[in-house]
């Protein structure tokens, strides 16, 4: 078993700050994870022989109140997810264009819109922290 003794605590973040304008903070404690096969359903019941035609997403975390949880997310909140981490420097609304960018999506107004909400969502579940202080 792995255990991870990352903290997430305010000195991280500003958990009011503004997350289309600011710089997202992903907790140490939540991992994007990707699999061929829909591991959130696998039981003694349900053993499937083949992979999905699409792959799973989740994101394992743990609260601040160490509840593990899990939530299944689409491959555009995933793609939003590893942009927070790689480009850890850029704000939620530069990181919401570039998805615009990537789908060619043909409102992006619509889509940073759409984010906004995401992103609001993603701190409520503590997924993100807030954002990064100055």
């Known amino acids: 078993m792995i255990f991870s003794e990352?903290?997430?605590g305010p000195a991280l973040a500003d958990p009011n700050g503004d997350l289309l304008d600011g710089v997202p903070v992903v907790s140490p404690l939540a991992w994007n994870l990707s699999y061929r096969f829909p591991v959130h359903?696998?039981?003694a019941d349900f053993q499937p022989?083949?992979?999905d035609p699409e792959p799973t997403h989740l994101v394992v975390y743990r609260?601040?109140?160490e509840r593990i949880a899990f939530l299944k997310i689409n491959a555009v909140t995933q793609r939003l997810l590893v942009l927070l981490?790689?480009?850890s420097h850029r704000s939620g609304r530069d990181l919401l264009n570039s998805i615009a960018l990537e789908l060619q999506h043909p409102r992006p107004a619509q889509l940073i819109e759409a984010g906004r909400s995401l992103l609001d969502d993603l701190r409520e579940r503590q997924i993100l922290l807030g954002t990064r202080r100055q």
Request: aromatic share 0%; hydrophobic share 25%.
């Open 63 to 65: 609260t601040r109140q």
């Open 49 to 51: 022989h083949a992979p």
């Open 6 to 8: 990352a903290e997430a």
């Open 85 to 87: 981490r790689e480009q």
């Open 41 to 43: 359903h696998i039981s």
